[in-house]
């Protein structure tokens, strides 16, 4: 199962983005989607997670800022983002498990650049 993000770049503190992330391939089930994020010289760290039932478990320093989402037709997770923080600043990652012909996947995206200037 392949991934593609998109939507990251550059914004001001207290600014809005949207990142999106499609699966695509053949055959498959997805459970969780999740987007981690890694700054520089830090271990990346889950960001949100969203089960194949909707439920979903943010980390303590985004609850209330950033939301998790997904389209289960178009086998899309997004990130809505707002009241963004210099401390956001990271490489985004989307992450998605689930079930294919060929048995369990765990597959990464590219990772998307956000850049959050005071």
């Known amino acids: 199962v392949q991934l593609v993000e998109s939507g990251g770049g550059l914004v001001q503190a207290g600014g809005s983005l949207r990142l999106s992330c499609a699966a695509s391939?053949?055959?498959?089930?997805?459970?969780?989607m999740c987007w981690y994020r890694q700054a520089p010289g830090k271990q990346r760290e889950l960001v949100a997670a969203?089960?194949?039932?909707?439920?979903?478990n943010d980390a303590d320093s985004v609850k209330g800022r950033f939301t998790i989402s997904r389209d289960n037709a178009k086998n899309t997770v997004y990130l809505q983002m707002n009241s963004l923080k210099p401390d956001d600043t990271a490489v985004y990652y989307c992450?998605?498990?689930?079930?294919?012909?060929?048995?369990?996947?765990?597959?990464w995206g590219q990772g998307t650049q956000v850049t959050v200037s005071s």
């Open positions: 969203i089960t194949s039932g909707g439920s979903t």
């Open positions: 391939g053949s055959h498959f089930s997805i459970n969780a």
């Open positions: 992450n998605v498990r689930g079930r294919a012909a060929v048995g369990y996947f765990n597959s």
